[in-house]
């Protein structure tokens, strides 16, 4: 009926669907990511695998823009005392760019583990790429 209060008041919903509304049918995959400490995370092994995960993926609409933001990730962490802000930001740019390829759900169980491992040991500026990933910190 229209006008009827569908809102949705809860505590705890991880790893559910809410769906308001008349004869919905609703499909829902979750993934569990658990996420290391961020001193147990290596990020020149993961910005490397990540580097090679990316390689794979066909069809990115700007694959400039993706190996731009890439480099800069891996430039930033080089630096003896890496910005977490910057090294984020550039990561996030690289998910964005990623997951316009075609095929990008086709590699995501190689991909979204290397930046998961790079937002957790990010922090709190970690927590935009998590979030685009569906992970929550």
Not at 56 to 81: H, I, N, S, T, W
């Amino acid at each position: 009926m229209s006008g009827d209060n569908r809102s949705v008041t809860a505590r705890d919903i991880t790893g559910s669907s809410v769906v308001t509304g008349d004869h919905n049918t609703v499909t829902t995959r979750m993934t569990q990511h658990t996420l290391a400490p961020a001193d147990q995370i290596d990020v020149k092994a993961e910005l490397a695998a990540l580097r090679e995960a990316l390689a794979v993926l066909q069809k990115v609409p700007d694959r400039g823009r993706l190996d731009r933001a890439m480099g800069d990730a891996e430039a930033e962490a080089a630096k003896p005392e890496p910005e977490k802000k910057y090294l984020g930001g550039a990561l996030e740019r690289v998910a964005e760019c990623a997951k316009t390829a075609d095929d990008f759900s086709d590699h995501a169980e190689k991909l979204v583990p290397r930046l998961a491992a790079l937002g957790a040991w990010l922090g709190a500026n970690g927590h935009n790429l998590l979030s685009m990933l569906g992970i929550s910190p």
